[in-house]
């Protein structure tokens, strides 16, 4: 239905040197959907997220968000804007502590004041489960889970409508994973996102997805709600979901 | 390979390089003149480029003043000039060996530091995300401190003018026998306005230079930790090509 579609993929191509990394790409997310990406290692998942970002420029196509053309390097893109994005490493700033880190874009980009902005950054600590006395501390002296739960909190505090997530898992032990995967899926729900992430994690994705997409040779190879995954409706996915290199 | 084809690489590598320095440089400028301006990382930028620095430039300014002192006198008294160490010693110092001195020792500590720190912040992903936090890199990370270097380099300059001429100073009252009072008066009578003032200007050059290859060389660090340490490298080295080669361009402009 093309009223509720949140950001679409539009014959992107995008190349590194000699190789084409997303090759005609299409794809779209629905507003207030959870859409999990998932494909081999260096098939161009974080390609897709970043051209979504503004980050990297396609080749030729373009990526829509609301119907209005992604702007590359733009920080006032009114799409971008309206973004929350959790890295794969965090992506913190190690100079800053964490409550700031949580309220650089109050800070930076929408002026608050530094009082209304460290309350919000709290507020954020709450709704991701990491208490408040980590507000002051630098990123250097926190554990893995409590990084992406500080990096969980910066993505939600501008109340996004917008939530991508590269790899939200990696680097965590099950149990971690599984709690941010279970915070991932409720900050979702309670800000009525559309959610695009990539993993290899397939117990992430099992949680935190409405719908798959998984992308071979720069393209999608299938798409379709979990149910079609755990069904096996393509082999190839389902081979890729059970881990299996043969048959 | 055929010899004019890499002749003809080598030679496009470079042009492209420059233009793609060049085209940061535009950048740059073009993110310090305009808002938002982040002034909290201008003065942190300020004191660690410039207050940071002070020891090393000092040291170096005070055994430089000391050396050419006794150099000028050695060489000076082949043909009856000793008399001209001060006037000697307190030129070369504020026109070409203050900002000299000054712009490669602290290219040394800063250019590096600002490649490597940037560079790391490129490989954990940093710099993308202060795009997503609609923070613009250009003009959060790299117009401070560029814009800090076009300031502090000629503050430090005054102090490695004032400390490098004291070097000599001591060296030819103590050693070779100079009258503190004669010294002081050569000093002060040599030296004109113009030569202090475009000494300054060649600092600015060289703050302006000194930090955007940092910059530069960090912005554009691929391929982890060993990108990281290859950008320091190459930022303290095309700095300090280019502080030599700005240095002959205004000297031959300014004499």
Known sequence: MAADVKIA????????????????????????????VIGGSGVGKSVTIKTALGLIKPNSGKVEIDGRAVKYNREDDPGVAQIGMLFQSGALFDSLPIWKNIAFRLLHAEHMNEEDARERALDALDQVDLARENADKRPGSLSGGMLKRAALARAIVGRPKILFFDEPTTGLDPVTADVINKLIKRQVKHFNATAVSIT????????????VAMIKNGKILWRGPLDGVESCEHPEVCRFVQGRSEG | ???????????????????????????TVFAAVRPPWFGG????????????????????????????????????????AESFVPNIVSLGIVRELGPVIAALMVSGRVSSGIAAEIGAMRATEQIDAL????TDPMRYLIAPRVIAGVIVLPLLVIVADLIGILGGFAVSVQTLGFDPSVYVKNTVDILERWDVISGLIKAAVFGFLLTLMGCYHGFHAEGGAQGVGRAATNAVVSAAVLIFAANFLLTSLFV
């Open chain 1, 9 to 36: 993929w539009k014959d992107v191509t995008v190349r590194f040197g000699s190789k084409t990394v997303l090759d005609r790409f299409n794809l779209e997310a629905h507003e207030g959907r959870s859409l999990v």
């Open chain 1, 200 to 211: 290899h994690d397939m117990a992430s994705m099992r949680t935190i997805a409405d719908e």
């Open chain 2, 1 to 27: 390979m055929n010899p004019f084809r890499a002749l003809g690489a080598g030679l496009l590598a470079l042009l492209h390089s420059a233009g793609a320095v060049t085209r940061f440089a535009l950048e």
């Open chain 2, 41 to 80: 990382q201008l003065v942190t930028q300020l004191f660690r480029l410039g207050f940071l620095s002070l020891p090393v430039v000092g040291l170096t300014a005070l055994f430089t003043g000391a050396a050419l002192a006794l150099n000028i006198y050695t060489g000076g008294s082949r043909f009856n």
């Open chain 2, 131 to 134: 795009h997503t936090l609609a």
